[in-house]
DNA sequence: TTGCGTGCAAAGGTTTTGCATGGCA
DNA sequence: TGCCATGCAAAACCTTTGCACGCAA
């Protein structure tokens, strides 16, 4: 619940810069940590779970929860796919671990209708489809 | 990934006559330990782990998860009801925590949809929406 | 100068695992 | 008898936190 940041820094900057190349990508802030010490630059990791959070907050991140074992992943969100990722829902495969985006107008339809007949407002972005993959069920 | 269990043992039946007696109520690992150690009758956490692990594969408990950093909810399904929960999605409103039954033809054929259309067999039992009730949205 | 951001190390909490023992079939 | 389940303790894991220092404004 960290609200916006006030300082510009130049870790932020530099994580800011990293993110915007791997758009849609899934990345855990192990990832993420991992990333920066192999490219010789040194963010803290407290700095970069910190750091995440607030880009979280600032609507720049997208957060999702696979399942409770596994790190967080997060997805940078340009501004102009901003209103496309929020009604991108994930399929995780429950065999073979894969992540899986699922893109269509059909799945904003049932946002509606959930909302409309239901009178629940879905959250795309918390919400994963466990189930599994073609390649697993066959 | 706990294939079902071969045995009949004491401490099953015992986790199992307790989770009965508590049918859609939310409970974590912890809860349960804490159930057995207040009433004398000790089963060690581990063992309670891995039976509620495998009550989830056996489809006899479901599990959620709610975020990342609070421990993984479980939930007792009675036979009678399970059948219907293969159809019956889950809306967990983040805000109250409540839980909603959803059952709805067309929710059945998003299951289809995503089969057909994305070659993913969605599991109901197991995904659960998250978003915001009714009531919270006021 | 003020106080936020950083970084290190350590704590926190949940879940998993190794291994010897005990119990089911 | 053979093998699975149990239980204890310790490990593993991700994430958060305390605190002193440095840097932005």
Known sequence: M????????????TLLQ?????????VTAGDVCE????????IGQ??????MESL????????????GNSP???????????REAEICFHCKCEK???LIHLHCDELEEIQLHILKEHSFKVDPVRTVFYGVCDQCMA
């Open 2 to 13: 960290n609200s916006r940041s006030r300082y510009k820094t130049k870790q932020k900057e």
């Open 18 to 26: 990293y993110l915007e190349t791997i758009p849609g990508t899934h």
């Open 35 to 42: 990333h920066f010490k192999k490219q010789g630059t040194t």
């Open 46 to 51: 407290s700095t970069i779970y910190r750091q």
């Open 56 to 67: 979280v907050d600032e609507g720049i991140l997208n957060k999702y929860i696979i399942d």
């Open 72 to 82: 967080a992943c997060f997805e940078y969100v340009s501004p102009d796919t901003h």
């Open 96 to 98: 073979c671990g894969k």
